[in-house]
Every structure is written in C-alpha cells, then in structure tokens.
C-alpha cells in the first residue's frame, strides 16, 4: 500500500437485517471501490455474512482495493461462549479490526483492559487493528481523556506493534447516531490527530510520518473532501453513510480524486 493511500473504512455496525440486503450493499460497494484504486477500501460487516462476503469477493479475481474487516473479535479460540477468534476470521481474508468503539465502550461497557487484550490478540494474528479513541462530550478535556484511553490500550505494546496500530480519532459526540450529533470540524481533527501523535511519540518514539491516523464521526459527502484533502488526516471510518451504497460510492470518488 502506497503511504499516501487514503484507508476508508466502512463500519456497518448490526446492519442490514438480512444477507441479501449484506450482499448487494457490498457488490456495489466494491464495484465502486474498484473504480477508484487510489483509495484503500475497508468493509466490516456483522460476522453473520462475513464468509458469504469473503467467498464472493475472493472470485473477484484480483480485486485488491478492498480488504475485509470486522467490528470486534475476541483473544482467542477456546471456553469464551459467545465469542469469536482472530485465527477464526483471518481465515476468512479478514485484515483489520475495529476495536475500542465507543459502541462498545459505552453500551456494551468494554474497558481499556479488554481493549488492550484485544489489540495484542489482533496484533499477534497478523490484523491490522483500528484503536478508536475520543472524548464523549464536545465539552470534555479531550486531551487527558486520550492520554488516558492510549496509555491503557495500548499498554505492554513495544514501539514496533504500536506503529502497526491505526489509531482513529473519533469523538462520540460526532457520531451520526449520537444526540445532537454533529460532524467535528477538521481545524479541531487536525488538533486531535496533533495530541495523538505527541503521544505516540512521547510514549514510543514514533514519528509523525510513520503513523497514519484517522477521523471518524458524521462523515458524508458534503464534508469527505473538507477533512481527507489534509495529509494528516489518513482516513476515515464511516457509519451511517457507509450503509448508502450510491453515498458511499461518492465519497470514494471524491476521496479519489483529493489522492490524484
Ligand atoms: P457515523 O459512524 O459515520 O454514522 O457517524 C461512525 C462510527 O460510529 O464509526
């Protein structure tokens, strides 16, 4: 992957309902995705269609710029009931993992202890974990709170498994579903992803030109170009947009030609 590709990665969350619904929302995805090479494309489904998805995008032959990924996984195979492993899903082409979303922070009250295991699992099996990482309220001291949330999920990880994390600023307020939600606007991003590499930096001695961070939050097509023309916005995990196809399709357009 050539570093100034843009990463756009689809988070679906529990959606669509039914797998027919799955299928024809990621072909046209990846019809689209293939038009526009310039951008790497992300899809992470619910694990219910992911081997559906995976055996049909694998006789796409030689389709490269989309990779799978899923919203979660858990450290490993054995007595976890309800639980699924990396080895599980890297079996079936997936290369990156969403972990740490606020979904599951908040809702599902996963702590940085359990994140933290989950990174490691996910590094150690060879996917590319995606850390979200974010204040809750607009109004919150963001920079403790991502002092914070780094240093405990990213605990025991040595410089080298820190820089294979992409680490994605997503504030919970943005979010589409969020009360109130709004997107950020890219000034206050560029100062988040500024904190974020400060940190990484202090901590592990990474520079800013190894890392590639990532906004998230309310991204659309109105406002794809305003955060992904900044070279240090990487970019971007969408949500509700992603759910979209001709939305999504776009976006990768227009974050295609930004890369031109
Ligand atoms: P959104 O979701 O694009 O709908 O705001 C982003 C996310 O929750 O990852």
Redesign the pocket.
């Known amino acids: 992957m050539s570093p100034t590709k843009k990463i756009i990665i689809a ?1 679906w ?1 529990a959606n669509p309902t039914s797998l027919d619904q799955a299928k024809s929302l990621f072909e046209a995805t990846v019809k689209a995705a293939t038009q526009y090479p310039s951008v790497q494309t992300v899809v992470c489904p619910p694990f219910v269609y992911l081997e559906e998805l995976s055996t049909w995008l694998k006789s796409q032959a030689g389709d490269k710029t989309v990779s799978l990924g899923v919203q979660d996984v858990w450290e490993a195979a054995g007595p976890f009931t309800g639980e699924i492993s990396p080895e599980m899903v890297r079996g079936l082409g997936v290369q990156y993992v969403l972990v740490g ?3 599951r922070r908040y809702k599902l009250g996963e702590s940085d202890e359990l994140i933290n295991r989950k990174l490691k699992a996910a590094l150690q099996a060879g996917i590319t974990p995606v850390l ?1 990482v974010g204040e809750k309220e607009a109004e919150d001291y963001r920079q403790d709170i991502l002092i914070d949330q780094m240093a405990r999920d990213l605990e025991g990880l040595n410089a080298e498994e820190v820089a294979k994390v992409l680490v994605a600023y ?1 504030p919970v307020w ?4 969020s009360a109130n ?1 709004r997107p950020d606007t890219p000034e206050n991003t560029l100062e988040a992803i500024g904190m974020i590499k400060e940190i990484l930096h202090k901590n592990w001695q990474l520079n800013a030109d190894q890392l590639q961070i990532l906004y ?4 659309n097509e109105t406002n794809a170009v305003n955060f992904l023309s900044h070279p240090e916005i990487a970019g971007a ?5 992603s759910l979209k196809p001709e939305e999504f399709a776009h976006i990768l357009q227009l974050v295609n030609n930004v890369q031109k």
Do not use: M, P, R
């Not at 943005?174 to 579903?177: K, L, P």
């Not at 998230?216 to 991204?219: A, I």
């Not at 995990?237 to 947009?241: L, W």
């Open positions: 988070n969350k979303h606020s979904d979200l997503e943005a979010i589409s579903t939600s998230g939050g309310s991204v995990v969408i949500g509700g947009a």
